[in-house]
Every structure is written in C-alpha cells, then in structure tokens.
C-alpha cells in the first residue's frame, strides 16, 4: 500500500509539506534571507551561520543554546537561531540554502537530501555515557488504558507528532502496518506539532486514544504508559554542503566529538546547568549511510514524505 499524507493533518502542515514537492521558494522561519549562491556558500554571510531546528518543546532553543555559543567560540562566527515551524519549513530552508547547519531528524534528512538538498551529516547528540546514537520512538496510552498493543489501536483516535517525523510519523506507521492496521483508513489521525504535546494530548485522552512520541519527552509525563517502542537512528547534525571547504572542516573537527565537559571547558554559560546536561552527554559521529534504515522503512511504507 502507498502512505500518503494523511487527510487529517492540519492546513499548515499539510500546505508546507505539499511546497516542499513542488518548490523551495518559501521564506525562511527567521531573518536568514540571503541565499547560499548570493552570500559565497553561506546562507547569510562569512561572519554568520544559521543553525536550523524544528522545536520539539518549549525548551529547544534553551537546550540549544550552549552548542550554538560552543560553535560560535570557536568558528569565530555569529551563529543564529533559526526555528522553523515545522519539519517541513525546516527541509524547505535546507533546499533553498537558508541554513549552515542544522539538527534534523533522520527522516527529515533523509527527506531533504531526496529532495535536493545538499547537506552531509556529521554526528548525532547522546545523552549519556556508553550511549550509542538513536532513541525510541514509544507507542503510548493514557495511564489505565485498555489499549494494551498497538494492534489495539484499530479504529482509534491515534496522535502523531508531525508527518516530516522519524519517530513521531514514519516509525510509527511502520508499526501500524507491521500489526495491519492502515494508517490511512484504520484509525483517525491527529498531528500534535511537538512531542511533548502529543504526550500531553495522549495523557489527557479527549483528542487522543493513543499516540506516539520520542522517548525523552515520554519519560516527562506521569500520565502515559509506554505499550511498545521501536529503535530509531539518532538524528544527525548536518553541515550545508555549499560552506567553505575549510569551514565545512572545522565544523566537522568541532562537532563529531564533543562533550558537554569540553563545552563546560570553553567557558559556555549554562553547558554546566541541570538543563543542558539531561539532553546532551557527546557527540557521536555518523555517516549518510547511517539512515538506511529509513530509507529502507520509506521503502516498506511507500512513504510519500520520502519521495523527491
């Protein structure tokens, strides 16, 4: 069967992710307006790099921003924050040169490269020692449910996070399809725009029977129980592939092993916080073919978000 963007995503979801098959023409989720053609390979200037995400709490530019002041006190540069609204605008902006580097999904990677994107990854975040890259995505249910499997979710109300997502869409309707239920006519679909409001959404269990999100934002909440989870690879920081040589270097040199000790040892401010460190041990390095395993689940699903 082929998984399409589902009907139920919203207007802004559903609008963004249809650009980015047809154009790469939008405007970016910040001020980075200039273009990687126009500003010698950078997306502004030689003095600045744009650091691209897609917020998947309240705390992502928080979490962020110590890594940003790490890059920034080594490279030189102004590193800026861009935040796009969602996956979509993200692999939009990586298409039309609008960022230097980024922390992506692997599915959103995978996407924007299908895409055209020119961008190579460097390393994924761990958040403990002995770690290795990757993370779960969880099938979740309100505490006390009597949804035990995730067979049980025919013809459920079912939260996803976004249809760009690696743990919160594409993993999870591999499940779905695994235990023969079509995400496209078993169940009824709601896109919450961030982990953490899909594990809100599931907890309160009005707009959601179930749902799926990734594992850190699960472990927050008291009010979901975890009823399957699926190994998914890290997500990647990328470098655009239009940077200076040497740049493109130096990033790789800062950014393929670091720890939060070393970013403490440069004298960031709040590397050392309770914050920072529960989201960030090191860096790990990967490789694109890292993120066969999607590629191969794009496959298995005829995932349309895959497709160029």
Same mark, same amino acid.
């Given at each position: 069967?082929?998984?399409?963007?589902?009907?139920?995503?919203?207007?802004?979801?559903?609008?963004?992710?249809?650009?980015?098959?047809?154009?790469?023409?939008?405007?970016?989720?910040?001020?980075?307006?200039?273009?990687?053609?126009? =500003? #010698?390979?950078?997306?502004?200037? %030689?003095? +600045?790099? &744009? /650091?691209?995400?897609?917020? @998947?709490?309240?705390?992502?530019?928080?979490?962020?921003?110590?890594?940003?002041?790490?890059?920034?006190?080594?490279?030189?540069?102004?590193?800026?924050?861009?935040?796009?609204?969602?996956?979509?605008?993200?692999?939009?902006?990586?298409?039309?040169?609008?960022?230097?580097?980024?922390?992506?999904?692997?599915?959103?990677?995978?996407?924007?490269?299908?895409?055209?994107?020119?961008?190579?990854?460097?390393?994924?975040?761990?958040?403990?020692?002995?770690?290795?890259?990757?993370?779960?995505?969880?099938?979740?249910?309100?505490?006390?449910?009597?949804?035990?499997?995730?067979?049980?979710?025919?013809?459920?109300?079912?939260?996803?996070?976004?249809?760009?997502?690696?743990?919160?869409?594409?993993?999870?309707?591999?499940?779905?399809?695994? =235990? #023969?239920?079509?995400?496209?006519? %078993?169940? +009824?679909? &709601? /896109?919450?725009?961030?982990? @953490?409001?899909?594990?809100?959404?599931?907890?309160?269990?009005?707009?959601?029977?179930?749902?799926?999100?990734?594992?850190?934002?699960?472990?927050?909440?008291?009010?979901?129980?975890?009823?399957?989870?699926?190994?998914?690879?890290?997500?990647?920081?990328?470098?655009?592939?239009?940077?200076?040589?040497?740049?493109?270097?130096?990033?790789?040199?800062?950014?393929?092993?670091?720890?939060?000790?070393?970013?403490?040892?440069?004298?960031?401010?709040?590397?050392?916080?309770?914050?920072?460190?529960?989201?960030?041990?090191?860096?790990?390095?990967?490789?694109?073919?890292?993120?066969?395993?999607?590629?191969?689940?794009?496959?298995?699903?005829?995932?349309?978000?895959?497709?160029?």
């Amino acid at each position: 069967m082929t998984l399409r963007r589902p009907r139920a995503a919203t207007a802004l979801v559903g609008a963004a992710l249809l650009a980015v098959t047809l154009s790469a023409c939008s405007t970016p989720a910040s001020s980075a307006t200039g273009s990687s053609d126009a =500003a #010698g390979g950078y997306a502004v200037d %030689d003095s +600045t790099l &744009v /650091f691209g995400v897609v917020p @998947d709490s309240v705390d992502t530019e928080t979490n962020y921003q110590p890594l940003m002041d790490y890059i920034a006190k080594e490279t030189g540069k102004t590193v800026e924050y861009h935040e796009s609204t969602d996956y979509a605008a993200l692999i939009e902006a990586s298409i039309a040169g609008q960022i230097d580097v980024a922390s992506f999904s692997g599915f959103t990677y995978v996407t924007a490269t299908n895409n055209g994107a020119e961008l190579t990854p460097i390393s994924s975040i761990t958040t403990a020692e002995g770690q290795e890259p990757g993370y779960y995505s969880q099938a979740i249910v309100p505490k006390g449910s009597d949804i035990e499997s995730i067979a049980d979710m025919k013809g459920k109300k079912i939260c996803f996070v976004d249809p760009s997502s690696t743990s919160g869409y594409l993993f999870p309707s591999y499940a779905l399809l695994e =235990a #023969g239920i079509d995400p496209e006519k %078993d169940i +009824t679909p &709601v /896109f919450a725009g961030k982990h @953490d409001v899909s594990v809100q959404k599931v907890g309160e269990g009005t707009e959601c029977d179930a749902g799926f999100a990734e594992d850190s934002e699960v472990a927050k909440s008291d009010a979901v129980e975890v009823i399957d989870q699926q190994m998914v690879p890290g997500a990647p920081i990328v470098e655009s592939n239009s940077l200076p040589s040497d740049v493109k270097a130096q990033l790789k040199d800062i950014l393929s092993n670091v720890t939060a000790d070393d970013i403490v040892a440069a004298g960031i401010e709040g590397a050392d916080s309770e914050g920072f460190r529960a989201v960030f041990f090191q860096t790990t390095p990967v490789d694109d073919a890292y993120y066969d395993q999607i590629r191969d689940i794009c496959e298995k699903t005829n995932a349309s978000q895959c497709k160029a």
